[in-house]
């Protein structure tokens, strides 16, 4: 003890020092991660088994997903030479309002025929009370299910077609429908590119009811009734998208804990013991769930924001300059940017909302409106909204053949509703177009 | 009578023409082997190309070894022989000789290989000139420095301090890290800089040879000479002693001491100098915070060198090796201790330099997080873990502890290359339990070993595996990351490890008081 007081003083304050350390060092591993705190706060599961409970598709048998799988196996295709003369679904480019020549015409009608199971279980899974893919769908990169899904709507696209082709208005009112109803089934527990085949899908059907109204006028139920499904949330909400972001966030998230999609892969625990002595992700694994909680947070907000938000808004550029956010600055400039590509989904469903509403307004008053405003009056619950302009609503205009409703899309310039000759990505409007095919006072 | 100039040309010509000689005979044994590899179809034509200027690391290897020589021990050592003094041949003769017959023995070599390299498929003369001058201006450099660096250092770091001051000032200019670089650049590859750097040499050399010839000094003797001043303010007052040990610890604490402190907080300068220099935005690399724990590592490499003292005085203490070894790692302890300290908070103070961390961590208080206890894990882990690496590196000269960690590093050097690929899933098992059985083994095999031939008594035995206890409870409990028994071995592993120092020093200061020789270290 004498040396304790004397020279060796200050191996008493190291002890002292060592202990508090140690203190700090097991409750350090005793409590719960900011990480994790922030997840939970943001109401982000943390692991891959939390997602799969809270996305559980049981009980299957009320499950409509389960047929779909069913249906996903049965999709057939035409052969060479039928599919050359396919639209929509084959090798031929379909052009709003293209006349059909007669083999196309049967190329169409034999792939809905060869497909008839296909419809049959579509449609049967959609008078199910739910549809959630397995949990399955989170253990691989198997992407099976996203394909088949946008085959679905290609197919139910062309049978809508080849109804209206038909003037069979009833089937045609009934794949509709089926194609409205799709996406439904990427509405729960979806990840990010879930999201973008839905959307897909949604451009599909919107495609379909824009093709078929050329051909055919419908009744007014039928209308009311695409009016109704275009106006549940997946159509006027971002909600399935910021559900996609906030499973996304978890789906990568175990980057930061080194463990793999397939559980832990060989070695995790040497990069685990580094990772936690060196402490190198814990400001790259925080700056992560802080930029996916801004952007789960920018689906509650204004569309406008949403649509416009970029990597600036969010993120500092200079992690662009340190290897230690390498994986958030390659992932997350392009996570702030993907609302635009899914706000032109809403923008979609807005102008066929006001096109619908549009003709019932016609139906009623036997003139088109004169401003989109007055179809508030008893068919549309809000003005519709152009989600590419801060508190415009949708553009519209007349002309002898056709009512065109248009957003002017991301590049936030007004071209007459003109569409892009390439690519939305090249400018031009979002639009939707019907034939004024009764007398109009306006015309 | 025979000439001195004759022995003197005899021993010079003999030493650099048998380096000279097996390296060229290394040379000529890896050219064949390429050609005979080439034939058989085994190696390809830029493969056979690159074996072309690889022997030129041969030559680089023989200026170093050029330089050096064997004193009257037998050790191999870079200084100068005061043997030369006493010849009876003129200084400039003697330089002359010994420059001369070194020089023409190097460039002999440099011809044989490129003759040797150009029967190498597709190599060109152009592209071998860079490989063939380098040895040229590393045997330059490396003369100057074995004959001037004691009695003259300044001369050598002095220019390096002088030009990283220009280009700081450059940097202040607002001139960017690329456009000084190629500024530099351009002035140093300058043929006139080139050719100039050879009578440079040559003058620096004479300036040696007479500063030592004149047992005379130009500038601090060296770099710690400037910062010595200072060392008082890190070790305690000297005070009566009471006995041998508190005598010895003062002792210790006084000499070596100091040394990791000041030198993490010079290194920390130097390396944020360096990025400053070196990166547009220095505090957004996101690894600010790492530089005085690198520097923590550097100042334990600089402090292994002040470990021992120069002078056998030690071995006339009136106390045992095991009382010198404690009391040595009791002031290296306490020295490591204050480094951690200063390095933890230029860590902190390095880490909230950085922007990117700085808004993290205030969007982390604007979501209602309190973050100071990260920040205080986010300092304190690598702290620990650069402190755990300062404490091995530290006793990298005791020859046992040397050797435990050669081990190790060469067994995790093979079984990462032997198990890569498809023995991917063996590689992570193999590393952690050969790592945990040979640390654990040779760490008490040496405890066992030093206690038994009574080289520490008992209780620093006892006390060493409590200490081996302490850090492996401190390591296990204090990690998420090491789970279940595979985790306590590794920590016990790590805590072995960290204790055996203790032996290990007891042992080499024993073998050095009792010095017998090549057989010091016999079992």
Redesign the interface.
Same mark, same amino acid.
């Given at each position: 003890m004498r040396?304790f007081s #004397?020279?060796?003083r =200050?191996?008493v304050y +190291?002890a002292t #020092?060592?202990a508090v350390?140690?203190a700090?060092? +097991?409750y350090?591993?005793r409590r719960e991660p900011?990480s994790e705190?922030?997840l939970r706060?943001a109401g982000i599961a943390f692991t891959i088994q939390e997602l799969k409970a809270r996305y559980t598709s049981e009980p299957k048998q009320d499950n409509g997903a389960f047929l779909y799988l069913r249906a996903m196996g049965k999709i057939k295709n035409l052969d060479h030479a039928g599919f050359v003369q396919l639209p929509i679904a084959g090798d031929l480019i379909y052009e709003y309002g293209q006349v059909l020549t007669r083999e196309q015409q049967d190329a169409l009608h034999a792939y809905v025929v060869l497909n008839d199971a296909v419809i049959a279980l579509i449609l049967e899974a959609q008078t199910r009370p739910f549809s959630r893919f397995p949990e399955s769908r989170y253990d691989s990169f198997e992407m099976n299910h996203l394909a088949h899904s946008r085959d679905f709507g290609r197919l139910l696209a062309c049978a809508a077609l080849d109804a209206a082709l038909s003037d069979d208005i009833t089937t045609m009112d009934q794949m509709i429908v089926a194609g409205l109803r799709l996406p439904e089934v990427f509405s729960e527990g979806g990840l990010l590119i879930d999201a973008l085949v839905a959307n897909a899908i949604r451009s599909i059907a919107i495609s379909s009811v824009e093709n078929c109204l050329y051909f055919v006028t419908p009744p007014q139920e039928t209308v009311r009734t695409w009016l109704d499904i275009l106006g549940q949330d997946q159509y006027t909400t971002l909600h399935m998208q910021q559900d996609a972001f906030r499973n996304e966030t978890t789906y990568y998230h175990r980057y930061f804990a080194a463990d793999d999609f397939l559980g832990k892969h060989? #070695?995790y625990? #040497?990069i685990?013991?580094a990772?936690? =002595?060196?402490?190198y992700n814990?400001?790259?694994y925080?700056?992560y769930i802080?930029v996916m909680s801004a952007i789960i947070n920018a689906a509650d907000k204004d569309f406008y924001a949403a649509a416009t938000m970029s990597e600036n808004d969010i993120l500092?550029k200079?992690?662009l300059?340190?290897?230690?956010?390498a994986l958030n600055a390659i992932e997350l400039p392009a996570l702030t940017r993907v609302y635009s590509s899914l706000i032109r989904n809403i923008a979609q469903a807005s102008t066929i909302r006001a096109a619908l509403a549009s003709l019932l307004y016609l139906d009623y008053y036997g003139k088109m409106p004169d401003r989109l405003e007055d179809l508030t009056s008893g068919w549309l619950p809000v003005p519709p909204r152009d989600p590419f302009t801060p508190d415009d609503i949708l553009r519209y205009h007349l002309t002898d053949t056709q009512a065109v409703f248009y957003s002017i899309g991301p590049d936030e310039q007004d071209n007459d509703g003109e569409e892009p000759e390439e690519s939305i990505l090249q400018g031009g409007d979002i639009i939707f177009r019907v034939p004024l095919t009764k007398p109009d006072n306006n015309v | 009578m025979k000439s001195p100039y004759r022995a003197l040309l005899w021993e010079q010509a003999r030493t650099a023409g048998v380096i000279c000689l097996l390296l060229g005979v290394l040379s000529c044994l890896v050219v064949l082997t390429a050609h005979v590899l080439f034939r058989m179809g085994k190696l390809g034509i830029m493969d056979a190309r690159d074996i072309g200027k690889m022997i030129f690391f041969f030559s680089m290897a023989g200026a170093a070894l050029l330089v050096s020589r064997q004193d009257v021990r037998g050790h191999i050592v870079w200084g100068f022989d005061q043997r030369w003094f006493r010849l009876p041949v003129p200084l400039h003769f003697l330089f002359g000789i010994i420059l001369g017959s070194r020089a023409v023995f190097l460039t002999l070599l440099l011809c044989v290989q490129l003759l040797l390299a150009l029967t190498l498929p597709k190599v060109k003369v152009a592209e071998l000139a860079i490989f063939i001058a380098i040895p040229l201006y590393l045997y330059a450099l490396l003369q100057a420095a074995a004959w001037a660096w004691k009695r003259t250092p300044i001369l050598f770091y002095g220019p390096v301090v002088l030009m990283l001051a220009l280009m700081m000032t450059f940097r202040f200019l607002g001139l960017s890290p690329d456009e000084i670089f190629r500024i530099t650049g351009r002035t140093l590859r300058e043929s006139h800089t080139l050719l100039l750097a050879f009578p440079l040499a040559g003058l620096v050399m004479g300036y040696g040879v007479y500063l030592e010839r004149h047992d005379r000094y130009f500038g601090p003797k060296n770099l710690s000479a400037l910062i010595y001043p200072l060392s008082w303010l890190l070790s $305690?007052p000297l005070?009566k002693p009471?006995t041998a040990f @508190?005598a010895q &610890?003062?002792y210790e604490m006084r000499r070596a001491g100091w040394v990791l402190p000041v030198f993490t907080i010079a290194f920390t300068a130097f390396f944020t100098f360096v990025m400053l220099l070196l990166?547009?935005?220095p505090f957004?690399? *996101?690894?600010a915070q790492?530089v005085p724990l690198a520097a923590l590592a550097a100042a334990s490499l600089v402090a292994v060198g002040k470990l021992f003292p120069r002078s056998g005085m030690q071995y006339l203490r009136p106390i045992d090796a095991s009382g010198i070894a404690t009391a040595r790692l009791?002031a290296q302890?306490?020295g490591l201790?204050m480094a951690m300290l200063l390095a933890g908070l230029m860590s902190a103070a390095l880490l909230l330099a *950085? $922007?990117? @961390?700085r808004?993290?961590l205030t969007? &982390?208080r604007t979501? *209602?997080?309190n $973050?100071a206890?990260?920040v205080?894990?986010?300092v304190? /882990? $690598?702290l620990? &873990?650069a402190g755990m690496l300062a404490w091995l590196l530290l006793w990298l000269k005791t020859p046992p502890m040397c050797m435990v960690i050669c081990i190790l590093v060469v067994f995790l050097f093979i079984s990462f290359h032997v198990l890569s690929g498809h023995y991917?899933?063996l590689?992570?098992p193999v @590393?952690?339990y050969g790592f945990i059985t040979l640390s654990i083994l040779l760490a008490l095999a040496l405890a066992l070993y030093t206690q038994c031939k009574g080289m520490i008594s008992r209780g620093q035995f006892i006390a060493a595996l409590c200490t081996c206890a302490v850090l492996s409870s401190?390591i296990w409990? *204090?990690? /998420?990351?090491? @789970?279940g028994g595979?985790g306590l071995l590794?920590a016990v592993a790590m805590g072995a490890l960290l204790a055996a120092p203790l032996p290990s020093l007891a042992w080499f200061i024993r073998a050095e008081r009792h010095d017998t020789g090549i057989r010091r270290y016999h079992i």
């Amino acid at each position: 003890m004498r040396y304790f007081s #004397g020279r060796l003083r =200050w191996l008493v304050y +190291v002890a002292t #020092g060592f202990a508090v350390l140690f203190a700090c060092f +097991v409750y350090d591993t005793r409590r719960e991660p900011t990480s994790e705190r922030q997840l939970r706060n943001a109401g982000i599961a943390f692991t891959i088994q939390e997602l799969k409970a809270r996305y559980t598709s049981e009980p299957k048998q009320d499950n409509g997903a389960f047929l779909y799988l069913r249906a996903m196996g049965k999709i057939k295709n035409l052969d060479h030479a039928g599919f050359v003369q396919l639209p929509i679904a084959g090798d031929l480019i379909y052009e709003y309002g293209q006349v059909l020549t007669r083999e196309q015409q049967d190329a169409l009608h034999a792939y809905v025929v060869l497909n008839d199971a296909v419809i049959a279980l579509i449609l049967e899974a959609q008078t199910r009370p739910f549809s959630r893919f397995p949990e399955s769908r989170y253990d691989s990169f198997e992407m099976n299910h996203l394909a088949h899904s946008r085959d679905f709507g290609r197919l139910l696209a062309c049978a809508a077609l080849d109804a209206a082709l038909s003037d069979d208005i009833t089937t045609m009112d009934q794949m509709i429908v089926a194609g409205l109803r799709l996406p439904e089934v990427f509405s729960e527990g979806g990840l990010l590119i879930d999201a973008l085949v839905a959307n897909a899908i949604r451009s599909i059907a919107i495609s379909s009811v824009e093709n078929c109204l050329y051909f055919v006028t419908p009744p007014q139920e039928t209308v009311r009734t695409w009016l109704d499904i275009l106006g549940q949330d997946q159509y006027t909400t971002l909600h399935m998208q910021q559900d996609a972001f906030r499973n996304e966030t978890t789906y990568y998230h175990r980057y930061f804990a080194a463990d793999d999609f397939l559980g832990k892969h060989h #070695g995790y625990e #040497g990069i685990n013991i580094a990772a936690e =002595w060196t402490q190198y992700n814990y400001f790259s694994y925080n700056q992560y769930i802080q930029v996916m909680s801004a952007i789960i947070n920018a689906a509650d907000k204004d569309f406008y924001a949403a649509a416009t938000m970029s990597e600036n808004d969010i993120l500092s550029k200079d992690i662009l300059n340190s290897p230690r956010y390498a994986l958030n600055a390659i992932e997350l400039p392009a996570l702030t940017r993907v609302y635009s590509s899914l706000i032109r989904n809403i923008a979609q469903a807005s102008t066929i909302r006001a096109a619908l509403a549009s003709l019932l307004y016609l139906d009623y008053y036997g003139k088109m409106p004169d401003r989109l405003e007055d179809l508030t009056s008893g068919w549309l619950p809000v003005p519709p909204r152009d989600p590419f302009t801060p508190d415009d609503i949708l553009r519209y205009h007349l002309t002898d053949t056709q009512a065109v409703f248009y957003s002017i899309g991301p590049d936030e310039q007004d071209n007459d509703g003109e569409e892009p000759e390439e690519s939305i990505l090249q400018g031009g409007d979002i639009i939707f177009r019907v034939p004024l095919t009764k007398p109009d006072n306006n015309v | 009578m025979k000439s001195p100039y004759r022995a003197l040309l005899w021993e010079q010509a003999r030493t650099a023409g048998v380096i000279c000689l097996l390296l060229g005979v290394l040379s000529c044994l890896v050219v064949l082997t390429a050609h005979v590899l080439f034939r058989m179809g085994k190696l390809g034509i830029m493969d056979a190309r690159d074996i072309g200027k690889m022997i030129f690391f041969f030559s680089m290897a023989g200026a170093a070894l050029l330089v050096s020589r064997q004193d009257v021990r037998g050790h191999i050592v870079w200084g100068f022989d005061q043997r030369w003094f006493r010849l009876p041949v003129p200084l400039h003769f003697l330089f002359g000789i010994i420059l001369g017959s070194r020089a023409v023995f190097l460039t002999l070599l440099l011809c044989v290989q490129l003759l040797l390299a150009l029967t190498l498929p597709k190599v060109k003369v152009a592209e071998l000139a860079i490989f063939i001058a380098i040895p040229l201006y590393l045997y330059a450099l490396l003369q100057a420095a074995a004959w001037a660096w004691k009695r003259t250092p300044i001369l050598f770091y002095g220019p390096v301090v002088l030009m990283l001051a220009l280009m700081m000032t450059f940097r202040f200019l607002g001139l960017s890290p690329d456009e000084i670089f190629r500024i530099t650049g351009r002035t140093l590859r300058e043929s006139h800089t080139l050719l100039l750097a050879f009578p440079l040499a040559g003058l620096v050399m004479g300036y040696g040879v007479y500063l030592e010839r004149h047992d005379r000094y130009f500038g601090p003797k060296n770099l710690s000479a400037l910062i010595y001043p200072l060392s008082w303010l890190l070790s $305690p007052p000297l005070k009566k002693p009471k006995t041998a040990f @508190e005598a010895q &610890l003062w002792y210790e604490m006084r000499r070596a001491g100091w040394v990791l402190p000041v030198f993490t907080i010079a290194f920390t300068a130097f390396f944020t100098f360096v990025m400053l220099l070196l990166e547009e935005r220095p505090f957004s690399t *996101g690894f600010a915070q790492y530089v005085p724990l690198a520097a923590l590592a550097a100042a334990s490499l600089v402090a292994v060198g002040k470990l021992f003292p120069r002078s056998g005085m030690q071995y006339l203490r009136p106390i045992d090796a095991s009382g010198i070894a404690t009391a040595r790692l009791l002031a290296q302890l306490r020295g490591l201790c204050m480094a951690m300290l200063l390095a933890g908070l230029m860590s902190a103070a390095l880490l909230l330099a *950085g $922007p990117v @961390e700085r808004s993290i961590l205030t969007q &982390l208080r604007t979501d *209602g997080f309190n $973050p100071a206890f990260d920040v205080f894990i986010v300092v304190a /882990r $690598p702290l620990v &873990l650069a402190g755990m690496l300062a404490w091995l590196l530290l006793w990298l000269k005791t020859p046992p502890m040397c050797m435990v960690i050669c081990i190790l590093v060469v067994f995790l050097f093979i079984s990462f290359h032997v198990l890569s690929g498809h023995y991917a899933a063996l590689r992570y098992p193999v @590393e952690t339990y050969g790592f945990i059985t040979l640390s654990i083994l040779l760490a008490l095999a040496l405890a066992l070993y030093t206690q038994c031939k009574g080289m520490i008594s008992r209780g620093q035995f006892i006390a060493a595996l409590c200490t081996c206890a302490v850090l492996s409870s401190f390591i296990w409990m *204090g990690s /998420r990351s090491l @789970e279940g028994g595979t985790g306590l071995l590794l920590a016990v592993a790590m805590g072995a490890l960290l204790a055996a120092p203790l032996p290990s020093l007891a042992w080499f200061i024993r073998a050095e008081r009792h010095d017998t020789g090549i057989r010091r270290y016999h079992i």
